[in-house]
Nanobody, 114 residues
């Protein structure tokens, strides 16, 4: 059974930090591209960051560069997103996505207050 379960979302003040995690099972994880996406109310889902399966190369959306860091632990089958200097506009539901297979998690809510 395919599962992607996000955790770590919370209510934080602007300038704060959060670390999101995505636990996975039921599909090939190691060696394949994984991503974080987010969707704010009334807006389209957008890519936050991507990490390659081989070599660990990363790609970030402009708003995430310098503030967010994506990482993975293939042995534990987990994907992480470290978010620093959070802003109110980062408020959204954050989703884990397995690019190769098209699998989505259910998301975790991040709310940043002023």
């Amino acid at each position: 059974q395919v599962q992607l379960v996000e955790s770590g979302g919370a209510l934080v003040q602007a300038g704060g930090s959060l670390r999101l995690s995505c636990a996975t099972s039921g599909f090939d994880f190691g060696g394949f591209v994984m991503s974080w996406y987010r969707q704010a109310p009334g807006k389209d889902r957008e890519m936050v960051a991507l990490i390659n399966g081989v070599g660990g190369g990363t790609t970030y959306a402009g708003f995430a560069k310098g503030r967010f860091t994506i990482s993975r632990d293939d042995a534990k089958r987990t994907l992480q997103l470290q978010m620093n200097d959070l802003r109110p506009e980062d408020t959204a539901v954050y989703y884990c996505y397995a690019n190769q297979w098209g699998y989505w998690g259910r998301g975790t809510q991040v709310t940043v207050s002023t």
